[in-house]
Each structure stands twice: as C-alpha cells, then as structure tokens.
T-cell receptor
C-alpha cells in the first residue's frame, strides 16, 4: 500500500514539445506529492509539489495535475528544453506522525529532450 | 550553507572489504536519510534518523549494512563485508521536522565492489 507507480520509465521529446509523466498511488493517507529532478551525477532536488486540496499547480513551465478520486497525479513539462533532460521522480508522503517525513518514491522517468 | 556533504564521492573496493560512507547533514536539520540508487531498483530508502535516533531501518538489506549517527552533524553507513551487488550510488539527505517533502540530497557516493 506504500507503493507509488510511475510511468513511463523513459521518454524522448523534441525541443518545444510537452513531456508528460504519470504517477499512481494506493495509500489514501498520502497528502503531499512532491516531484524531484535529478541531473546525471547529482542528487535529486525538489522541483515542485502539490497538496490534494488543489487539482493543479503551475510553476513556470512545470505543471502538476492531481486527480484525488483516481489517486493519480502527473507532471507536465511545457516547451521542453534540452536543459530539462534529467530523471524525474514523483513521491508521496503523509503528515501523519508515523510517516516521520518519510518519502515514498516512484521508480523514476528518464527524460531526454532533443534539440 | 554548504548543503549536504558526502564523502567519498567515489569508492572502489574488493569484495569482502569493509566500506564506510560518510554524511554531514545541513546544520539545524533534524532528520537524516540514507538512500541507495540502482538502475534495477531505483531510489530505495535504507534507514532514517530523527534527532540522531534511528527511526526506521526496515530498508536495510541485510545485517552487513549498519548506520550510525553519533551526533547531529555526522552519520556513517557501513557495509561489512561488501559484495558486488552492493554496487550503487548511495545518497544522504536531510530535512527539518515539518519540512515533509523537501529533503535536501547530497551529491552521492558511487560505490563499486569488484
């Protein structure tokens, strides 16, 4: 019940195109959904996050869409640029004390943006 | 702030040897996490500490792995004896209580066991 499933594992998009990554979860206790971005040779870094009380959050070219009833959320990268080439991880966590700030990560999506 | 510091950045060792990975969290952070990243298994949480106390070590693969946090500014992950299947990138991350989703990751240690 702790699992977060992420797809696709990899995707290639042309510069200027839209990259879409999907995640699904089962644990209804999850109430924070961050996305992390990881460049080769670096550690993951927080990119954007959403709470389930909103259906969409946008920061620049990055948008999270959230569907609470379906227990799904997705990351859209608009006008994709070669500098966006990285691995993206969705994650989930809960405010419950038992969660202890623990993040459950998806399997990751390797995005390659071709010039 | 210098961010999370990990050492060494690269480690190559022979099977059976002891390996010690080190981490210095961001000053003031009270949670520290150790992760392992491989192509096959993705990003796995091994263990995490709160105020230097281990809270959940259910991700530690076996008894060959151990982790300590003797003080708020230092943690180690030890593998003894090491095996080729331990080859991976090991990350340390830290955060503040209430920081929930914003964990700050170090640059990682790439471990190769031959």
């Amino acid at each position: 019940q702790q699992q977060v499933k992420q797809s696709p594992q990899s995707l290639i998009v042309q510069k200027g195109g839209i990259s879409i990554i999907n995640c699904a979860y089962e644990n209804t206790a999850f109430d924070y959904f961050p996305w992390y971005q990881q460049f080769p040779g670096k550690g993951p870094a927080l990119l954007i996050a959403i709470r389930p009380d909103v259906s969409e959050k946008k920061e620049g070219r990055f948008t999270i869409s959230f569907n609470k009833s379906a227990k799904q959320f997705s990351l859209h990268i608009m006008d994709s640029q070669p500098g966006d080439s990285a691995t993206y991880f969705c994650a989930a966590t809960s405010k419950l004390a038992a969660a202890g700030n623990k993040l459950t990560f998806g399997g990751g999506t390797r995005v390659l943006v071709k010039p | 702030d210098a961010g999370v510091i990990q050492s060494p950045r690269h480690e190559v060792t022979e099977m059976g040897q002891e390996v010690t990975l080190r981490c210095k969290p961001i000053s003031g952070h009270d949670y520290l996490f150790w992760y392992r990243q491989t192509m096959m298994r993705g990003l796995e949480l091994l263990i995490y500490f709160n105020n230097n106390v281990p809270i959940d070590d259910s991700g530690m693969p076996e008894d060959r792995f151990s982790a300590k946090m003797p003080n708020a500014s230092f943690s180690t992950l030890k593998i003894q004896p090491s095996e080729p299947r331990d080859s991976a990138v090991y990350f340390c991350a830290s955060t503040l209580a209430g920081g929930l989703y914003e964990q700050y990751f170090g640059p990682g240690t790439r471990l190769t066991v031959t």
